[in-house]
């Protein structure tokens, strides 16, 4: 049971880390080539398309790591504080759900809000590019913040 939990955690999290980074470093700079009311309306529809098979992604990775910890070594709460693996499950608990919770309710939000801006694509569009280049930059700010998370429960996993 332990080793298909581990295979669907891995998938998982593949696909959530994964995705959102090949959103970014892939899908991103490609669609710069379209014109501007094109890139807008194409990112707006992946991005809602996308986000909530993403959640699905970090849900199911949250959810598996927790079945293995409660079902492997971590066998009562002192243990969780006490033994050098308890801290480990802990943390990358913590960090993991920290993660989710800041892509879903606060990068998503934000970037819809940036891509949901008419004014921005239009001002774009006229040769005005300034604004709309701040707001993806600030999005961009924002959205590390969950890839600092990703890196974090990756070197928790591999390194540790």
């Known amino acids: 049971m ?11 999290g593949i696909l959530w880390i994964g995705g959102l980074f ?11 080539i379209l014109p501007i009311f094109q890139q807008q309306q194409f990112f707006l529809q992946i991005m809602k398309w996308s986000h909530k098979g993403f959640a699905l992604a970090g849900i199911t990775v949250l959810l ?7 079902n492997g070594p971590v066998n009562g709460l002192t243990m969780l504080f006490t033994t050098y ?8 608990l913590f960090i993991g759900l920290c993660t989710l919770i800041w892509g879903n309710f606060i990068g998503y939000r934000a970037f819809i809000k940036v891509l949901s801006r008419d004014i921005i694509w239009k ?5 005005y590019p300034r604004l709309l280049y701040f707001s993806l930059l600030q999005v961009a700010f924002i959205s590390s913040i969950e890839g600092l998370g990703f890196l974090m429960l990756i070197w928790l996993m591999v390194i540790i």
């Not at 598996?64 to 409660?70: H, K, P, V």
């Open 22 to 32: 090949f959103l970014v470093w892939g899908v991103y700079p490609a669609i710069r």
């Open 85 to 92: 693996y308890g801290k480990w499950w802990i943390t990358s």
């Open 64 to 70: 598996t790591g927790f079945l293995m910890g409660i």
């Open 2 to 12: 332990n080793s298909l939990l581990l295979w669907i955690h891995m998938v998982a």
């Open 123 to 127: 001002m774009a569009d006229k040769g």
